[in-house]
């Protein structure tokens, strides 16, 4: 009997803790509720948010694969337009050149071979070269051309990546502040003296 009035008083002083613990704990609920909100609806995240949508890495990848330089114009990097259209052209003059002279000495080649088929020095007579030399000159032609359409390939998966790349770094928010600088510098050393220089200061 002892025992068992001792355990009813426990339940006694031990019940109305419980019961104001319980009312103690949803007056906490809303504290914690308007934390994550106020976070979650803060401005610097929807200004983030909302500058980050204007630029979409996937379809400045597209308009980049459709024509070379769209991608650029999509992220507004204009000043890359002649980097790209430059390389094109350069690339396409190159190919062109070794493509025509690949079928200039060709054709020379074919010659030598339907006039004397088993005589390596037979000489054209426009250009006067052997058929061995012409051999040599077609194969050269053509790796050089080979190896221009293959540069000319890489420049097209080039400016695609760059603009993707650079459509992800717009996500990024840049400090304002952050300045570059080249300047001269004069430093006194114990063991070499005075030395002077040139220093990149980085300001941020």
């Known amino acids: ?15 109305p803790a419980a019961l104001q613990a319980q009312e103690v704990a949803p007056s906490a609920a809303p504290n ?4 994550s909100v106020y976070i979650e609806s803060g401005q610097d995240t929807v200004l983030i ?38 390389g094109f052209g350069a690339l396409g003059y190159a190919v062109g050149f ?22 390596e020095n037979f000489l054209h007579p426009v250009s006067e070269l052997s058929t061995g030399q012409l051999r040599t000159i077609v194969t ?24 993707h790349v650079d459509a992800h770094l717009k996500e990024f928010d840049v400090n304002p502040n952050l300045q570059v600088s080249l300047e001269p510098l004069i430093e006194q050393d114990v063991v070499l ?4 220089g040139v220093a990149l200061i980085i300001k941020f």
């Open 140 to 163: 050269s032609y053509r790796r050089q051309r080979d190896f221009w359409l293959i540069m000319t390939g890489a420049m097209y998966l080039l400016q695609i990546v760059d603009a």
């Open 98 to 119: 070794y493509q025509k002279g690949y079928k200039k000495y060709k054709s020379q080649l074919f010659d030598n071979i339907n006039e004397a088929p088993n005589n």
């Open 32 to 35: 914690t509720a308007d934390d």
């Open 1 to 15: 009997m002892k025992k068992l009035s001792l355990c009813c008083l426990l339940l006694l002083f031990l019940l």
């Open 49 to 86: 948010k909302s500058y980050a949508t204007r630029y979409d890495p996937r379809k400045a990848l597209l308009y980049a694969a459709v024509l070379p330089g769209l991608g650029q114009i999509y992220n507004k990097k204009y000043w890359k337009l002649p980097l790209v259209y430059g």
């Open 193 to 196: 003296g005075r030395q002077s």
